[in-house]
């Protein structure tokens, strides 16, 4: 019984194998941590803006035929349809972010990296992409086009 | 001195008595290499290593016409192609080689996988292996975007996508590194910071293992060879087996030059972050199997978007391909294990439908 005790009495080389031990690991992570820190990218302000004028005439957006503009730091896509509407929605695509083209022989909007198709509501309606693109509000003001997230 | 046949000079004794050479002399001249019907197989190794040789070279001599920023890459790509004597060819080579230095390295993984040379003691070899395929897949990857040309551009924006779709630590590592939430200059940054650091340190690591047990451990001789039995015949490593390894070189080399010089790279334009992606995108071709997998599933499977199901499918299956070793139990008991040479055969056939597959869709559909 009173070897046991003695056995689980700190020994000297126990304690020195416990002080350089923790001392190794807060060495690491006095290391680790600022270099875990310093890899991960500080974040950018998000370009807020709700709505954009885009560099266009309205009359300049023929029928059948599509746009991309930049919507922030994002593209996004103006398409006018055959009938004569205007309609605008975010350019990645919902499956791996690619930008996406209108194809004017389709007649709605295309993703060339998977073959994602969408229709003119934005739907996603054949390909892997998994949910609709985000759609926008199109205002046509005279002859400017103003392009604002949905409310 | 003492053993080895024929005398030396005076430098040669001079530098054995600093640095041992009779002991490496001993070495190389023990070395032996296994002779049966699939010594072939042996080559292929040796092959990559000499392509691998070619990348540094080529790579160190276009470092020092690259500048590594969106705004300056591909301008830089440019000047080397049109303006730097033979810069062209140099880089022409550089991305040729890297192609054919993964298609060996397939070549010598499945000949190794189907050879059964995974088999104890060798299972770390096979470890360091998949870990080099892995390096070889990452020079690749990053080296692809460094150009900043349009296919480029959105290859990575895929190739970095599908890392974000990665369940829990998924979005973090995409972030980390895109180097932000979308590819940028700063991807670009990150991604020549891998290819000319990171990886490179991580092959000199892993391929010093890899070559060090390979030297330990000696050739493996396939399990079918070694049943059959009869008198085992090998040939000396010095001259014989490596004159034989300098043929295949410098047929790699041929083939490389020509390849180099008669298709020699495209750049194409210049990366447009607002641009649509362009039509007939493709990723380098031994990630097109992946690729084209991507493109098949549809977008919900059992309720779970099909990415996911599809990456994690991905890194599951490298998972196994990692671990076989551990998992082909009759191989390492000695016996025949014809499971796991049809795992290898369907694989194999697997990568080959969907990259022809790949290559003979039609772009628009």
């Known amino acids: 019984m009173a070897e046991e005790t003695l056995d689980r009495e700190p020994t000297r080389r126990g304690f020195i194998n416990w002080f350089l031990g923790t001392s190794a690991v807060a060495f690491l992570l006095s290391v680790f941590y600022p270099v875990g820190r310093y890899l991960i990218p500080p974040p950018v302000a998000e370009s807020t803006a709700g709505t954009v004028t885009l560099p266009l005439k309205a009359e300049d957006v023929k029928p059948n035929t599509g746009q991309i503009f930049k919507f922030g730091n994002r593209p996004a896509i103006l398409v006018r349809t055959t009938a004569g509407e205007l309609r605008a929605f975010s350019a990645v695509c919902t499956h791996l972010n690619c930008t996406v083209q209108y194809r004017p022989d389709l007649g709605h909007i295309w993703c060339a990296c998977h073959n994602g198709h969408f229709d003119l509501n934005g739907k996603n309606i054949a390909g892997p992409p998994p949910r609709p693109l985000d759609p926008y509000v199109v205002n046509v003001r005279g002859r400017q086009i103003v392009v604002s997230k949905s409310a | ?365």
């Open chain 2, 1 to 365: 001195m003492g053993g080895s046949a024929k005398p030396h000079g005076r430098l040669w004794t001079w530098l054995d008595e600093r640095v041992g050479l009779a002991e490496l002399e001993k070495l190389v001249k023990k070395k032996e290499v296994p002779v049966h019907r699939h010594t072939v197989w042996y080559y292929l190794g040796g092959m990559t290593l000499f392509l691998f040789m070619i990348q540094v070279a080529t790579g160190i001599l276009l470092l020092f016409y690259y500048r590594p920023s969106a705004e300056e890459a591909y301008e830089s790509v440019q000047f080397l192609m049109a303006e730097v004597e033979f810069g062209w060819l140099i880089r022409s080579i550089h991305s040729w080689a890297s192609n054919l230095m993964i298609f060996t390295l397939f070549i010598h993984l499945f000949s190794v996988l189907l050879l059964k040379a995974y088999r104890p003691p060798r299972e770390v070899t096979w470890l360091s292996g998949i870990g080099l395929l892995g390096v070889g897949m990452g020079f690749g990857f990053t080296g692809y975007l460094l150009p900043w040309n349009e296919l480029a551009y959105f290859a990575t924006k895929v190739g970095t996508e599908i890392t974000g779709v990665v369940p829990l630590v998924g979005p973090f590592l995409g972030r980390l590194l895109r180097g932000g939430d979308e590819v940028t200059g700063a991807t670009l940054t990150r991604f020549y910071g891998i290819h000319v650091a990171v990886l490179p340190l991580l092959t000199t690591l892993i391929l010093g293992l890899h070559l060090f047990l390979v030297q330990k451990h000696g050739m493996s001789v396939p399990p079918g060879v070694e049943r059959a039995g009869g008198a085992r015949r090998t040939m000396h490593f010095l001259p014989n087996f490596l004159l034989r390894d300098l043929v295949g070189w410098l047929s790699a080399l041929a083939i490389l030059a020509a390849l180099a010089a008669y298709y020699p790279t495209e750049l194409g334009q210049k990366a447009d972050p607002f641009a649509p992606a362009p039509i007939g995108i493709k990723p380098e071709w031994y990630f097109m199997f992946m690729f084209k997998t991507l493109k098949y599933l549809p977008s919900y499977i059992l309720g779970i978007e099909g990415e996911i199901v599809g990456v994690v499918g991905f890194g599951m299956g490298g998972l196994v391909l990692l671990l076989i070793p551990f998992l082909d139990r009759r191989t390492a008991r000695g016996e025949p294990s014809r499971l796991f040479t049809w795992i290898g055969i369907a694989i194999i056939l697997y990568m080959i439908a969907l990259t022809y597959l790949g290559y003979t869709e039609v772009a628009t559909q």
